[in-house]
């Protein structure tokens, strides 16, 4: 089967700028989760959807950032505008519903510059 | 809130060693799931172990296994015969039974030396 992909794979962009990342899940699984890594920090949460409904959304860190899964396929990251402390690597992860542990993406390294 | 400690950040082992990476946590809660997952250079995430809190014994998967001691609230990782593959950074992570997101350590980075 497929994995979890990600894309762009990395990103440069000037501050203020817009930038979408998505995420295309496992085909079946219901669970979808961002997570980022911040100047080689540790892996923090950002949200959870179940199928296109948001789970849990708690680790956003502001309104600058909207996340959406149309459809409960695919998902998108968009950061708008784009602050230098926002550059890190993006994680998409995905599992079946009762799942325990993930499958994740590659990441999408974000620059903002 | 969950924390995960890493007090490791850099780790190295000779080729075919036994190496143990540590991790501790904090947490109120009596059920809960404990990951190792590794991630090599430009690659992605892998699961390599988990371990269960109501489960008294240390899961094994091959050459990986745990040092799960729930009083203590710590969970190492031991890889035995280390191969060069095995390189990678390696993280801690923590998710409650009933809830979706996991918390992770830092990370300990392992070098494998020929």
């Known amino acids: 089967e497929a994995g979890v992909t990600q894309f762009p794979s990395h990103s440069v962009i000037e501050k203020g700028q817009t930038v979408t990342l998505r995420c295309d899940p496992i085909s079946g699984h219901d669970n979808l989760y961002w997570y980022r890594r911040v100047m080689g920090k540790e892996i923090k949460f950002l949200l959870h959807?179940?199928?296109?409904?948001?789970?849990?959304e708690s680790g956003m860190p502001n309104n600058r950032f909207l996340a959406e899964r149309t459809g409960g396929t695919y998902s998108t990251l968009k950061v708008q505008p784009a602050e230098l402390e926002d550059s890190g690597v993006y994680f998409c992860?995905?599992?079946?519903?009762?799942?325990?542990?993930?499958?994740f993406g590659s990441g999408t390294r974000l620059t903002v510059v | 809130a969950q924390t995960v400690t890493q007090s490791q950040p850099e780790m190295s082992v000779q080729e075919a060693e036994t190496v143990t990476l540590s991790c501790t946590y904090d947490t109120s809660e009596s059920d809960y799931y404990l990951f190792w997952y590794k991630q090599p250079p430009s690659r992605q995430m892998i699961l390599v172990i988990r371990?269960?809190?109501?489960?008294?014994q240390n899961a094994t998967e091959n050459r990986f296994s745990v040092n799960f001691q729930k009083a203590a609230k710590s969970f190492s990782l031991k890889i035995s015969d280390s191969q060069l593959g095995d390189a990678a950074m390696y993280f801690c992570?923590?998710?409650?039974?009933?809830?979706?997101?996991?918390?992770f350590g830092d990370g300990t980075t392992l070098t494998v030396k020929p």
């Open positions: 371990q269960e809190a109501y489960k008294q």
């Open positions: 959807f179940v199928k296109e409904s948001k789970q849990d």
């Open positions: 992860a995905s599992s079946q519903l009762g799942s325990y542990g993930y499958t």
């Open positions: 992570a923590y998710r409650e039974t009933n809830a979706g997101k996991s918390t």
